[in-house]
T-cell receptor, first 112, second 112 residues
Framework: DGGITQSPKYLFRKEGQNVTLSCEQN?????MYWYRQDPGQGLRLIYY???????QKGDIAEGYSVSREKKESFPLTVTSAQKNPTAFYLC???????????FGPGTRLTVL | GENVEQHPSTLSVQEGDSAVIKCTYS??????FPWYKQELGKGPQLIID?????GEKKDQRIAVTLNKTAKHFSLHITETQPEDSAVYFC???????????FGSGTQLTVLP
């Protein structure tokens, strides 16, 4: 089955620790995205990548970092510099920047 | 930048009735308007989209209308079923997924 996987589904971390969220896709899509979702709010773009070894900041990139070493993978690191990291994180991919986005199931991060 | 407002935030309808969710946008250059359905614990899924060169698009029980002059667009679901219960998000973009701005979401509950 083709799709996007995110792991883990739930993640707990202590304040001050960095944590990396996994996102893998087997759709052969060039573009990948990370969004943050907070209760009562729409999705906000953290980072996006249109091609391997290239990525750009989205609207709320502060306190986050990414890498795109492989086409299939786009991990997101939530650093200790992110002031309010507790949220639901969604990864998405698309064939290109003007094509439909497909979303993964999300990772709920709770920082204690 | 673009601002998308979505109403209502919650909507309850009886099974078989119609549901309407409305969004307004601020950027007159926006030309792509997708709607997403998000079920509990899952990522959003595109259900219908419309581009600015058409005023209405239908797909079975779902339709979207666009009024470019007034800068608003609406999602219409007819003959609602319990499985339509979910959070629905509208979004607007100048064309690329990177530029998508999401509304804050509508929790639709279809009562049996």
């Amino acid at each position: 089955d083709g799709g996007i996987t995110q792991s883990p589904k739930y993640l707990f971390r202590k304040e001050g620790q960095n944590v990396t969220l996994s996102c893998e896709q087997n759709l052969n899509h060039d573009a990948m995205y990370w969004y943050r979702q907070d209760p009562g709010q729409g999705l906000r773009l953290i980072y996006y990548s249109q091609i391997v070894n290239d990525f750009q900041k989205g609207d709320i990139a502060e306190g986050y970092s990414v890498s795109r070493e492989k086409k299939e993978s786009f991990p997101l690191t939530v650093t200790s510099a992110q002031k309010n990291p507790t949220a639901f994180y969604l990864c998405a991919s698309s064939r290109g920047p003007y094509n439909e986005q497909f979303f993964g199931p999300g990772t709920r991060l709770t920082v204690l | 930048g673009e601002n998308v407002e979505q109403h209502p935030s919650t909507l309850s309808v009886q099974e078989g009735d119609s549901a309407v969710i409305k969004c307004t946008y601020s950027d007159s250059a926006s030309n792509y308007f997708p709607w997403y359905k998000q079920e509990l614990g899952k990522g959003p899924q595109l259900i219908i989209d419309i581009r600015s060169n058409v005023g209405e698009k239908k797909d079975q029980r779902i339709a979207v209308t666009l009024n470019k002059t007034a800068k608003h667009f609406s999602l219409h679901i007819t003959e609602t079923q319990p499985e339509d219960s979910a959070v629905y998000f509208c979004a607007a973009s100048r064309g690329s997924a990177r530029q998508l701005t999401f509304g804050s979401g509508t929790q639709l509950t279809v009562l049996p």
